[in-house]
């Protein structure tokens, strides 16, 4: 038992390393697309169109209805 048990553990490290690896890759995939598509819309879309803000969007003409959701199951005390 004492044979193969530092073997067994060297076995899950690896699988332990590759797998933070792998989530590492994924991580650092989204920030790069995520600093890609900032920078490209600064340089592009952001010249020639002002950002939108909720503030400068023109008021509806009619307002319209609004839908609230109250889950079921939980009881006031």
């Known amino acids: ?3 193969w048990l530092p073997a067994v553990a060297a076995e899950l ?3 332990a390393a590759v ?3 792998l989530f590492a890759l994924d991580d650092l995939l989204v920030d790069l697309l995520y600093f890609t598509r900032r920078s ?3 340089l592009t ?3 020639a169109h002002p950002r939108a803000f909720a503030e ?4 509806p003409a009619a307002p319209g209805w609004t839908a609230v959701f109250i889950p079921r ?3 006031a005390r």
Do not use: H, N
């Open 1 to 3: 038992m004492s044979d």
């Open 13 to 15: 490290a690896l699988f």
């Open 19 to 21: 797998g933070f690896f």
């Open 40 to 42: 490209w819309r600064s």
């Open 45 to 47: 879309v952001y010249r």
């Open 56 to 59: 400068r969007l023109p008021a």
């Open 73 to 75: 199951g939980t009881k």
